[in-house]
């Protein structure tokens, strides 16, 4: 398993807010690829000190993170216990990460209120973080996200592996792949298809801020993604991920039992035949529709959905193999995947520039594979607002609108 970072913080009716703090930091944490142990989450009682000792000694522990708020004061087991084997753990090993934050405490409170852990040592001379109005808000949560994050892409990049960077990406079933550097979990979002509105702006910035991050520090590696995720997941991710900002992406699709076979843009297209029905409409509008219906055929579903919902559009373009959908669980090649994506941006960009359209959204309906929607993502950079939604057959019109995001106005620079 990839290693992990320990939140400590006070849990009391004194700090009534110290759980969903924590459970904030673990959030920001996992969405941008990184493990945290939190004593709840990981052991679901009261933890003894023994436990705490072992989880705090165990390798796969490379840092803490120490909400410090007030209330620590009475707790016997963050001061005698945690902030002690923290800092004696920092003292043997320099690569581990400590961060305390403060919650509504001055930065020369710090030793007392931790009872001097760091023994001769003053903890209110460390590099501490104050945090304003002692509330630990996502934005906090986040900041320090992003800063665990970079702590863990310098670790990887300090190994000196040469290899494929491994990425898990989920967000529907209980995640069943540990052994990956950076886990991308979204499943906690979602109750089958649905998730709440305005999570998907929330993954949209944990990738970037994740893709900013091994940029910066493991810019020599290429990835290797897997995983199980919903397709608009799928194409963020790609979209994140773009070549356009240096990305060599490769992705691990597996069908109906059969091995994984790595699919990617660096794959020759196949011969497969394509074909791309188009239609038009509103002669006013300039919004382009693509429904990509490889597994299944969508055209009246899209059409149907854009009805009901006066979409208004300038084309709609239905892409599928020639000889007709693919179940699930026949096997693509990836060179059949890049022909298939490649045919259906191809025709998307020929429509835009044949109809003169400027300023327009490109509206994306999705039936294919995985490793399909990774793929597309990647093809989207030179498009502007792209609106992603996801099939529920449970819906009245069988399609959610789920996110818009801009593929071409992604910056990759840290956020503080």
């Avoid at 239905?318 to 995947?337: E, F």
Wanted: net charge negative; with cysteine.
């Amino acid at each position: 398993m990839s290693p992990q970072y320990f939140i400590s913080y006070r849990r009391s009716p004194g700090r009534t807010t110290g759980d969903a703090e924590a459970i904030r930091l673990r959030d920001a944490l996992r969405d941008r690829g990184v493990r945290s142990w939190r004593d709840i989450d990981n052991l679901g009682a009261e933890p003894t000190e023994a436990e705490l000792t072992a989880v705090l000694q165990d390798p796969e522990t490379a840092g803490a993170v120490m909400l410090v708020s007030p209330e620590i004061r009475e707790s016997d087991v963050v001061r005698n216990v945690e902030a002690r084997r923290i800092f004696q753990r920092k003292a043997k090993d320099p690569a581990f990460l400590v961060k305390p934050l403060l919650l509504g405490l001055n930065y020369g409170e710090a030793d007392e209120v931790l009872g001097s852990p760091a023994g001769f040592q003053d903890v209110s001379n460390w590099n501490l973080q104050r945090v304003a109005n002692g509330e630990y808000t996502l934005d906090d949560a986040c900041s320090t996200a992003r800063d665990v994050l970079r702590h863990r892409c310098i670790s990887i990049a300090a190994d000196g592996d040469a290899s494929e960077l491994s990425v898990g990406l989920f967000s529907r079933r209980i995640p069943g792949i540990d052994n990956v550097a950076l886990k991308f979990d979204y499943s906690g979002y979602f109750n089958g298809r649905v998730c709440p509105d305005g999570t998907l702006e929330i993954i949209e910035q944990a990738m970037l801020d994740a893709a900013t991050s091994i940029a910066e520090n493991i810019p020599t590696r290429s990835i290797l993604g897997e995983g199980q995720a919903s397709l608009p997941i799928g194409l963020l991710f790609g979209a994140v991920f773009s070549p356009l900002a240096g990305f060599a992406l490769t992705w691990r699709q597996a069908f109906g039992g059969r091995d994984p076979e790595r699919w990617s843009h660096a794959v020759d297209r196949s011969q497969i035949g394509v074909n791309v029905t188009t239609t038009g409409g509103d002669v006013s509008a300039k919004d382009i529709v693509l429904a990509l219906g490889v597994s299944a055929n969508i055209e009246d579903s899209v059409a149907r959905y854009l009805r009901s919902t006066q979409t208004p559009y300038r084309v709609a373009q239905h892409v599928a193999p020639q000889d007709g959908a693919i179940a699930q669980n026949v096997a693509l090649s990836p060179a059949d995947g890049v022909a298939i994506v490649s045919a259906a941006v191809d025709a998307a960009r020929k429509q835009r520039e044949e109809l003169g359209i400027s300023g327009g959204r490109l509206h994306l309906f999705l039936a294919c594979p995985l490793a399909m929607a990774v793929l597309l993502g990647q093809k989207l950079n030179t498009f502007g607002d792209c609106v992603l939604y996801e099939h529920d057959p449970s819906a009245e019109l069988n399609y959610l609108q789920v996110h818009t995001f801009n593929p071409s106005g992604f910056t990759y620079t840290t956020t503080s």
